[in-house]
């Protein structure tokens, strides 16, 4: 009686709705509200995001274009007497909505569902816990395809344990491993420390620190071009370049290709790496 009404389950279906009107409980009523619906599914979820009961965005691309999206809300201004009803005569103003923004993304649905089948079948075959992949145009930095394996349902995200709406394209942290070895290479390259046609005799093993680096498979000395470090994906190599530079000039390199800052995607929650 201190509320007036109290919610007892919010966004049923219609089908639910109809059935519990026909049932003419008292004190029971039903009102009809907005819902968002994705028509499809589970294709870039973790990109679009979704809203909450108050149609409020609450992940990924409706999150972050919340306000842009939402618009204004249409409104009537009335003068009302004690009683809270309407004072005939007096000025009444309505005030019309203001529809929200469109906001259209460069990710291609055929691409992002190709993607997403591909990380299921990758995931399953090597009985992965994550397969992630990201599709870009490196000459203008527009992402075409982004996603993660095990996704979610936009239209049905509370079954889904909430780990999965985050986005692993963007807030996924990791070791680049072997193909790092490239900025280390265009690094000694650019700087002037190594050429592109040197030479180099390496060994099949080099300290670094208290660390030992080995090769894969070799366990002999063997003699490798830049371009040859490359090819054949040399941890000695590799090495062996970056050691040309110096700590402090490799360093600077590593910050100029951006590693420890955010690329500024326009999604929530990227982390800098």
Do not use: C, H, W
């Not at 509200?33 to 149609?55: C, H, M, V, W």
Request: charged content about 20%; proline content about 4%.
């Amino acid at each position: 009686k201190d509320l007036g009404f109290a919610y007892i389950k919010r966004q049923i279906s219609s089908e639910t709705a109809d059935l519990i009107s026909q049932l003419n409980l008292p004190g029971i009523y039903i009102q009809n509200e907005n819902k968002r619906y994705y028509p499809q599914g589970d294709l870039a979820s973790s990109i679009i995001g979704f809203t909450g009961l108050d149609n409020n965005g609450l992940n990924g691309i409706e999150l972050q274009y919340e306000q842009f999206l939402r618009g204004i809300d249409g409104k009537y201004v009335i003068q009302q007497d004690v009683y809270g009803k309407i004072i005939p005569g007096s000025s009444n103003n309505y005030i019309a909505p203001v529809d929200g923004g469109d906001v259209l993304l460069t990710i291609d649905s055929q691409i992002q569902y190709i993607l997403q089948e591909k990380l299921k079948e990758v995931a399953i075959a090597y009985k992965a816990d994550n397969a992630i992949a990201v599709v870009m145009n490196p000459k203008t930095g527009e992402i075409y395809a982004m996603g993660s394996y095990p996704g979610f349902d936009l239209n049905t995200y509370q079954d889904f344990d909430a780990a999965l709406y985050k986005n692993l394209g963007t807030s996924f942290t990791y070791e680049p491993g072997s193909t790092f070895k490239i900025v280390n290479i265009s690094s000694s390259i650019d700087s002037g420390s190594i050429k592109p046609d040197q030479v180099f005799n390496l060994p099949p093993s080099i300290m670094v620190a208290d660390k030992v680096i080995k090769e894969i498979s070799r366990t002999y000395n063997i003699e490798y071009t830049t371009g040859e470090i490359i090819k054949y994906s040399s941890n000695i190599g590799a090495v062996t370049s970056a050691l040309a530079m110096g700590k402090q000039l490799f360093y600077e390199y590593i910050k100029k290709y951006g590693f420890g800052e955010k690329t500024g995607v326009d999604l929530p929650g990227e982390e800098p790496g």
